[in-house]
Structure formats: structure tokens, C-alpha cells
T-cell receptor
């Protein structure tokens, strides 16, 4: 699986958009980009995933660059409850191991008043 | 409600004792996973199972054992051979299809005294 690089921490004002970057310059054609978040002392929660096109759901938007070497998770109106560690994961889930995902250290997002 | 239940939430044991952590899911998922998380670190895969009566080692299987006798259950035993067992343990499940979407339990925090 391709390696990902994320900033260690970020701050965001409540009500503003939180833009979390992820670099995955060695991503291959079949690898998807997944985003999860983990609120302190809870299990991680799936947010969104994508392959090439931008994706949006009720939680967030995922913007993938045209060369697929980086992506940005956007929380359009961050709230205090969005304070969490956000993980960017790259994986070709069609290969052996199924949905076996590797979680790095992620980005600690702190949303403040 | 459908979901994953881990028990106990907190567990204290003396050094040298085996400990079994329970993980039950009613999502009808084929695959189940065990991860370990240490403070300030990402998640590391211990074992995973894609189907009943079959399981594979993850990245840090030494000192752990699992069984998958039923689709709904995937217990993890932390044996006395695990040199540093104090950690936060997370169980997850996913459909057999390769969606990359994992559903996590709330975790079990094991402290070895």
C-alpha cells in the first residue's frame, strides 16, 4: 500500500471549513483513498473514500488532485464535536487481505470557539 | 441496534495471566479484525478473519491468539507471551466485499499491573 503523509496537528475555528491535506505521491492506479476519524478513546469512524473523482457525503467532501498524488478532506462547517484524529489511508482493497487497512498517526484536528 | 460490541471496556490483570477480550457483531459481516493502539500512535493490525474458521496474522500477532468459530464472534486472547500487553484494543468488522469500510467497536482498554 502507498505511504501517506499528513500534518501532525491542525486548528480550526468553529463554523469555518476544516481542510485536512494528505500526500500520497506513490499511489497506484487501483488504490483508493480512505478517510477515517477517531474521537478520543473511541473506535475510528469511516468518513469517506474515493478513487479519482471528488466525493461528497453528509459528513465531508474529498478532493483528489488530478494526478492523484494528494487529497484534501473538507469538513464544511467544523464543530467542536469534529475534534478528533483524522486518518488518511491508501489501499487497493481488491488485493489479498480484503479490507485490511493500515492506520498511521493521522492529523489531530482541534476545533476551537 | 446493529453494531459491534466489545467487552469488557476496561480490564486490569496481573502480569503473566492470559486475558480474553470479547468482540461480537450483529451486522452479518464476513470479515473481522483486531487492532492494537498505544498512546499517541496509530492502529496496528493483530489478526484478521475473512470467513468463519479461518484467520490470518496481522503485523503484530506474536503473543496473541484468536478463534472464529461463529460469524458473529472473534475473541482475542492476550497471552502471557505478549511482552507489553497494556494497550487499547479495537475490534472491527466489514462486509466480504472490498469496500474499505470498517466498522469499529468502542474498544477495550487493558492494563497489566
Amino acid at each position: 500500500d502507498a505511504k501517506t503523509t499528513q500534518p501532525t496537528s491542525m486548528d480550526c475555528a468553529e463554523g469555518r471549513a476544516a481542510n485536512l491535506p494528505c500526500n500520497h505521491s506513490t499511489i497506484s492506479g487501483n488504490e483508493y483513498v480512505y478517510w477515517y476519524r477517531q474521537i478520543h478513546s473511541q473506535g475510528p469512524q469511516y468518513i469517506i473514500h474515493g478513487l479519482k473523482n471528488n466525493e461528497t457525503n453528509e459528513m465531508a467532501s474529498l478532493i483528489i488532485t488530478e494526478d492523484r498524488k494528494s487529497s484534501t478532506l473538507i469538513l464544511p462547517h467544523a464543530t467542536l464535536r469534529d475534534t478528533a484524529v483524522y486518518y488518511c489511508i491508501v489501499r487497493d482493497t481488491s488485493t489479498g487481505g480484503g479490507n485490511k487497512l493500515t492506520f498511521g498517526t493521522g492529523t489531530q484536528l482541534k476545533v476551537e470557539l | 441496534d446493529g453494531g459491534i460490541t466489545q467487552s469488557p471496556k476496561y480490564l486490569f490483570r496481573k502480569e503473566g495471566q492470559n486475558v480474553t477480550l470479547s468482540c461480537e457483531q450483529n451486522l452479518n459481516h464476513d470479515a473481522m479484525y483486531w487492532y492494537r493502539q498505544d498512546p499517541g500512535q496509530g492502529l496496528r493490525l493483530i489478526y484478521y478473519s475473512q470467513i468463519v474458521n479461518d484467520f490470518q496474522k496481522g503485523d503484530i500477532a506474536e503473543g496473541y491468539s484468536v478463534s472464529r468459530e461463529k460469524k458473529e464472534s472473534f475473541p482475542l486472547t492476550v497471552t502471557s507471551a505478549q511482552k507489553n500487553p497494556t494497550a487499547f484494543y479495537l475490534c472491527a468488522s466489514s462486509p466480504r466485499t472490498h469496500t474499505g469500510e470498517l466498522f469499529f467497536g468502542e474498544g477495550s482498554r487493558l492494563t497489566v499491573l
